[in-house]
């Protein structure tokens, strides 16, 4: 089992609300990504971080913002949310070791925008 | 709302046949590479890796190939079973401290009793 956590596991939530999705993980790893993922379809890395104090857009845009003040914690805000926000958001984390090394992914979270 | 890229592939098998699950990967730098599985619900699940120095792997009824000339990636399952449904993904790393794991598009397995 990973020590990687998520919450909520489902929110449903109004149109224009602020949410922030929760990320912990225990294992000193250096490296967290956030992932978006629609039902039977392809993950898209919308945001990464190298460590404390680093944060990255990645390869999707996203509306989304993150920060990363501590080493085992990344939330992910949305200011307002939409419609078009609703789908799964999967977090991650890595070591940085020289020769790469698995990431492991916590349960993610269902969001639901109406 | 509007859903984001493609939708998966499907691989439908008989259970107890053998599956093989491909995938090209982008980066000939990658010397990394790993198979996830995602079952409905959950986040991927780790389950073999494999450097660019070796050509194959072997875990419990699993293997993976690599083919660096090509820049393909296989998984094979031996004789699939119903909890072997689910999304596979693959994901390549150059073997770079600072750089990111990238994700392939994925297939679906499903496997008929």
């Known amino acids: 089992e990973a020590d990687i956590y998520q919450t909520p596991r489902y929110l449903v939530i109004g149109t224009g609300k602020k949410i922030t999705l929760e990320c912990s993980q225990t294992?000193?790893?250096?490296?967290m990504y956030w992932y978006q993922q629609d039902p039977g379809m392809e993950l898209h890395l919308i945001h990464y971080s190298y460590g404390v104090n680093s944060t990255e857009k990645g390869d999707l845009s996203s509306e989304s913002t993150v920060s990363r003040i501590r080493t085992e914690h990344f939330p992910l805000t949305l200011e307002s949310a939409r419609p078009s926000h609703t789908s799964q958001y999967l977090c991650a984390s890595s070591a940085s070791i020289r020769d790469g090394t698995e990431a492991f992914f916590g349960q993610g979270t269902r969001l639901t925008v109406v | 709302g509007e859903s984001v890229g493609l939708h998966l592939p499907t691989l439908s098998v008989q259970e107890g046949d053998n599956s093989i699950i491909n995938c090209a990967y982008s980066?000939?730098?990658?010397?990394?590479f790993i198979w996830y599985k995602q079952e409905s619900g959950k986040g991927p699940q780790f389950i073999i890796d494999?450097?660019?120095?070796?050509d194959k792997r072997q875990g419990q009824r699993v293997t993976v190939l690599l083919n660096k000339t090509v820049k393909h990636l296989s998984l094979q399952i031996a004789a699939t079973q119903p909890g072997d449904s689910a999304v596979y993904f693959c994901a390549e790393n150059m073997g770079n401290a600072g750089n990111m794991l990238t994700f392939g598009g994925g297939t679906r397995l499903m496997v008929k009793p």
């Open positions: 980066n000939s730098a990658s010397d990394y």
């Open positions: 494999i450097r660019s120095n070796m």
């Open positions: 294992m000193g790893h250096d490296k």
